[in-house]
């Protein structure tokens, strides 16, 4: 048995949202004849209330399967298994009883996906869950109605640990960056080296890794070879610097992001579907992302006009910058 993926299936005046999905052998399993599933958009951070959990649950025992996934891989509350005559009344009883919209399916923006950004992190480089909600308020007719040659995704990562994961998963990524130096409490450097602290902010502890050695674990693993160890004092060069987090992550009471915050956009990203998987690559080293995000936006509706024209269908942005290459998309940008 498997599925048929696919069948005219949703709900009114959306493209997107519903994945139908039907038994190929309906009379051997009749109780999954019908196993559609629908994708809701999911809050920026995924912060819910026990209230919002409780309703969908209730929803989905009456109406589906009972089935869900906390959460699909472009983010979203994604509900398996209902019948057809189930989607309306799905459909009813989520936007109007909880406030909450479907996501995205097929070759469309897929709901945008966001860290915690600075509800709860000291290194978010901008408030990515602002951008999030924002860039999903202004795009709802390129989320639900598909326009596009195939699946498009925004992340938002609030700085390049990437705990979305946006620069290998997303066919937009913006990543928090700043343009300033590292900034260095040399004392406390200095009680990371006696031991006094303990690295990673004890993430490893009860391994038997002997002493904290700087040099070893903080100045040769540097990428970009930035940092010097001389005389007690740690220096960082700025020029060098690509701001990979790890000295950052690595001496947490000693090192911080600097002040002059912002994000860098990169696009191409995919998985492993037909030629393998694609890192994004850097197209704008650095934007603002306050207010509206408007540069951001800037740069999103630049891309989409020139893959609209340029894609070939079911070709994510990656590959078509890849058979075209990327200075044509930079000349875009």
Excluded at 123 to 142: G, I, P, R, V
Excluded at 207 to 212: I, L, N, S, T
Excluded at 218 to 234: D, F, Q, Y
Excluded at 268 to 273: F, M, S, V, W
């Amino acid at each position: 048995n498997h599925w048929k993926h696919g069948g005219i299936v949703g709900v009114f005046g959306y493209g997107g949202g519903v994945i139908g999905r039907y038994c190929d052998q309906p009379e051997m399993f009749p109780g999954v004849a019908h196993f559609h599933t629908v994708r809701l958009n999911q809050p920026a951070g995924k912060y819910y209330t026990t209230d919002f959990l409780r309703q969908l649950c209730d929803i989905w025992d009456l109406r589906g399967s009972g089935l869900t996934n906390m959460h699909g891989a472009t983010g979203d509350i994604v509900l398996l298994g209902t019948t057809t005559p189930q989607l309306e009344e799905i459909f009813w009883e989520v936007t109007h009883n909880m406030d909450n919209d479907l996501g995205g399916s097929g070759s469309n923006l897929r709901t945008p996906a966001a860290c915690l950004g600075e509800s709860r992190c000291e290194y978010a480089c901008y408030d990515t869950q602002a951008a999030s909600y924002n860039l999903t308020m202004e795009y709802q007719d390129e989320l639900h109605r598909p326009a596009f040659p195939y699946k498009f995704k925004f992340k938002f990562d609030g700085c390049p640990n990437g705990c979305v994961a946006a620069m290998a998963r997303s066919d937009f990524s913006v990543v928090g960056t700043w343009k300033d130096s590292i900034k260095i409490d040399q004392e406390a450097v200095a009680a990371y080296v006696a031991g006094e602290f303990k690295p990673n902010a004890g993430a490893h502890s009860g391994k038997d890794w002997g002493a904290f050695d700087i040099e070893a674990e903080v100045i040769n693993r540097c990428p970009s070879a930035a940092m010097k160890w001389e005389g007690g004092k740690l220096a960082i060069d700025r020029s060098e610097c690509v701001r990979c987090m790890h000295c950052i992550n690595t001496m947490p009471r000693a090192l911080h992001i600097g002040d002059e915050r912002g994000a860098s956009i990169l696009c191409g990203a995919k998985a492993p579907i037909l030629d393998g998987a694609q890192m994004s690559s850097l197209v704008v080293p650095f934007v603002e992302a306050k207010g509206d995000f408007d540069e951001i936006k800037e740069v999103v509706e630049n891309i989409w006009d020139w893959w609209m024209e340029e894609g070939k269908n079911r070709e994510r942005l990656g590959e078509t910058m890849r058979r075209l290459s990327l200075q044509k998309l930079l000349e875009v940008v």
